[in-house]
């Protein structure tokens, strides 16, 4: 195979570097700091581009230190434990940049803050793992295969995770049930120091193993899914508020969530979030949450927004919509707030059928964005849209779209909510031009 010694010009969305071959070629090669040169050998090549791997480093970047973790490389996890977390920051900022000038976005980027984050490692609160037995194999896709790579210490996670992975290694009860187990998922309830634990079966579980796994130390509630839209469980049965995680929020708010419903997977980011948006939507009065889960966003503003009249969230997800209800109760704010059980794109078509308006829309959309919202959205989002985005590519291409519709971008906020991965949250704020 072809080997040459390249320069590396920058990182690329996903954390690939990019450099060129002698003969012009771009060639995309990981685990490479801008400035570095480097020998690699080409594994794929293709008319425009060619894939390399790297055989060694020429002339190492100031910024590169030993990765810390062992499965480093083999995992897909990670791509920037190889830098400095600052080198880290700043090739976010500059990927998100460029995703701008890229799609064709001409205007100064009203980038305000790049927030990092105060935990490079340990700040998961849930982690998710693919079950292979025997013998018992958990842990994550390897790098570009679909094979599992045991994993026995994820560094992306809290400490409790880690333990409680290492324990049901040791458990006589879980490798049986892993037997018939395809993946299961640890998640933190921060209050109370412990962790729920969900996973996926073939066979119906004996009682008694779900009762003696529950008895792990850290374990606060076990539950399966076996088929059907919801989760059997809690083990135990008396487990406290029904087995929900218990999180802690600003303004004093506790959430109550299900193992399985979607929360923010670094919590310390989530309250920062939440901080912005407070702050962003203060003089608003009609708040609507087109993808509010159990109500992450929604609770904050409900709590600080003293003079709004309305706040309704609406999402897909049952489980998260019956959480936020159970939320609201235990923190005495029934009535403040409406959650449904509704898609964002029927809400919107009512909402424009009804002549009903928004002053603050929040949109924070799976991988896939809002392009499918973008048409309706300026019948109902009559001044301000937040978008939080995990996924660049497509808010920028959200943004340009809004901005065709009569949205300018105000100000961007990047949250490194994903450290030593190429993944961060991206939060926009889109304002209706005044006609
Ligand atoms: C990234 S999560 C954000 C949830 C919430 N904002 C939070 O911070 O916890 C995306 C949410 O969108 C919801 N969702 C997916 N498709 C949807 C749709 N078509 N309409 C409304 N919500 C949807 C999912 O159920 C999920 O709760």
Known sequence: MKEAVVLVEKIIFGGDGLARLPEGKVVFVPYVIPGEEVRVRIIEEHKDYAIAQLIEIVSPSSQRIPPPCRYYTICGGCQFQHMEYEEEL???????????????????????????????????????????????KMGFV??????????????????????????????????????HVKRFRIEKSLLDDKVCLLFWISVPPPREHLEELAKLKGVKSVFYYLKGARPNGPYPEDAPHQGRRLMPAISNLIYYINPGVFTQSHWEINLKIMEKLVELAIDAERILDLHSGMGNFLFPLVKNLLSAREFLGVDTDLQAIEDGLYTAEKNFLNGRLELRKRSALETLYEASQEGRKYDFVILDPPRGGCRDLIRLLPEVASHKIAYLSCDAPTLVRDILLLNERGYFLKELFLFDMFPRTYHWETLALLQKRAL
């Open 90 to 136: 700043k090739i976010k900022e500059g990927i998100l940049r460029e995703l701008f000038l890229r799609q064709g976005y001409r205007e100064e980027i009203p980038l305000k803050e790049v927030i990092s984050s105060p935990k490079v490692y340990g700040y998961r609160n849930r982690l998710r793992f693919h079950v292979e037995s025997p013998p018992l």
């Open 142 to 179: 390897k790098r570009k295969t679909h094979e599992v790579l045991k994993i026995e210490e994820c560094m992306l996670g809290d400490n409790l995770l880690k333990e409680v992975l290492r324990d049901l290694y040791e458990s006589d009860v879980w490798s049986k049930l892993a037997l």
